[in-house]
């Protein structure tokens, strides 16, 4: 649905993206994630039509943003960070100003119910958006993107702002979104993006540095060799009998509490490491209450991936 192929953007000597390549799938939801100055917005505005490549391409459904950007644009719905609202108008008028905008062919009033359902904004329909809530503000813009029915939704930071009950809601909708809409999400949450999204594709200073599922990077990170092993005794007896194990490389001390000492443990090799293992701790009478692979947080798999040098 989304291609994007050896897409750079230039200012001058200033590179903000450095041919970068990638494609979403119909019905995939794709987080993205990078620190500030990354390119993400950069890239989320290319992939709109807002700004302009210095070279690459960006296809929407098989349409190019440059080159057939109408039929291309009838196929996205985007909310940028802050959205686009005009406080003035009551929600119906903003709905009807985008429909009219965006050259919908929808009936209308069938057509606004099931958006304003789906986005829980039916009970304000009538009211000014000035006087409603950060999250109603929200859902209204969300509700925009939906005008005409695109296949393509882009969302930037779409839960910046809002409290904790809000963020539940949001997420819920995009997760609904998701079931008929290929969507790209970028967020700084990474909790977020992990609960959301199929799919993370990562850029740090400008270039793509990764792109597969949360589960994927994790493995990759550990390449499988890494455990969580919790045992009874005193930490030193447990590291002794742990370090004598000749497949284990490194054992550092996680946690101790109420006699339970956790370790991760790095190993040479997994053929026989679990065996090796239980065997070595029942030697020496060290009960092991749990031993699994080490699974990294994507707060980890960010900072592995951004620290790079």
């Known amino acids: 649905m989304i291609k994007v192929k050896n897409l750079s953007k230039k200012y001058g000597s200033n590179i903000a993206l450095d041919d970068v390549s990638f494609s979403v799938k119909s019905g995939e939801i794709a987080g993205f994630l990078g620190p500030n100055g990354a390119g993400k917005t950069t890239t989320m505005n290319i992939i709109t039509g807002y700004l302009s490549s210095t070279s690459g391409t960006v296809t929407i459904d098989g349409f190019d943003i440059l080159e057939q950007p109408t039929e291309a644009k009838k196929r996205i719905g985007y909310l940028p960070e ?15 100003f985008i429909y009219e905008l965006k050259g919908a062919t929808q009936n209308k009033e069938g057509h606004f119910k099931e958006i304003c359902d789906l986005t829980g904004i039916s009970s304000v329909r009538g009211r000014l958006i000035k006087n409603l809530s950060k999250g109603y503000r929200q859902r209204v813009g969300i509700a925009q993107t939906l005008v005409g029915n695109p296949p393509v939704l882009i969302l930037d930071e779409p839960t910046v702002g809002l409290d904790p009950k809000q963020i539940i809601e949001v997420r819920s909708l995009i997760k609904k979104l998701g079931k008929k809409h290929t969507v790209i999400l970028s967020s700084h949450i990474l909790s977020e993006v992990q609960a959301i999204c199929d799919r993370i594709i990562v850029l740090n200073n400008g ?13 990759k990170l550990t390449d499988g060799h890494s455990l969580i092993v919790k045992a009874v005794g005193k930490a030193s007896d447990i590291q002794a009998a742990l370090n004598s194990v000749k497949t284990v490389k490194r054992c550092e001390k996680l946690s101790e509490k109420d ?11 997994v053929e026989s490491a679990r065996q090796d293992i239980f065997f070595a701790m029942a030697a020496k009478k060290l009960p ?8 990294y947080s994507l707060e980890d798999i960010f900072m592995s991936l951004v620290d790079k040098k």
């Open 82 to 96: 802050v959205p686009p609202l005009y406080p003035d108008m009551t929600v119906n008028e903003y709905l009807s």
């Open 207 to 219: 270039k793509l540095v990764a792109d597969s599922t949360s589960q994927s990077l994790s493995d």
């Open 288 to 295: 092991i209450i749990e031993m699994k692979q080490r699974e």
């Open 259 to 269: 006699g339970e000492v956790e370790f991760s443990v790095t190993l040479s090799g």
